[in-house]
Nanobody, 112 residues
Framework: QVHLVESGGGLVQAGGSLRLSCTAS????????MHWYRQPPGKQRELVAT??????TNYADSVKGRFTISRDNAKNTALQMNNLRPEDTAGYYC???????WGQGTQVTVSS
């Protein structure tokens, strides 16, 4: 079992920045893949960023150049979000694999 807790969400003006953190505990494997997803109000959940154990990253086109996923240590994965836009407003969730574990999410609201 892996338990994930997201933090760092909040209300920010357009153009501002936030740093989300995902803290993992439990049976963590050294070989893993972390994702950040988001779910805007009334829309489906979408993949935002991916980080593999080899350090490879991938981003949705809508966030490329603005968001950065990184691993602070074996248990903490961050999502640095810069130049935020109102359309970035969503619940943000981290996802750990293997096992497809999810956190409870953290809300990001960007005002225009």
């Amino acid at each position: 079992q892996v338990h994930l807790v997201e933090s760092g969400g909040g209300l920010v003006q357009a153009g501002g920045s936030l740093r989300l953190s995902c803290t993992a505990s439990g049976n963590i494997f050294s070989i893993n893949v972390m994702h950040w997803y988001r779910q805007p109000p009334g829309k489906q959940r979408e993949l935002v960023a991916t980080l593999t154990d080899l350090g490879r990253t991938n981003y949705a086109d809508s966030v490329k150049g603005r968001f950065t996923i990184s691993r602070d240590n074996a248990k903490n994965t961050a999502l640095q979000m810069n130049n935020l836009r109102p359309e970035d407003t969503a619940g943000y969730y981290c996802n750990y694999n293997p096992g497809d574990y999810w956190g409870q999410g953290t809300q990001v609201t960007v005002s225009s």
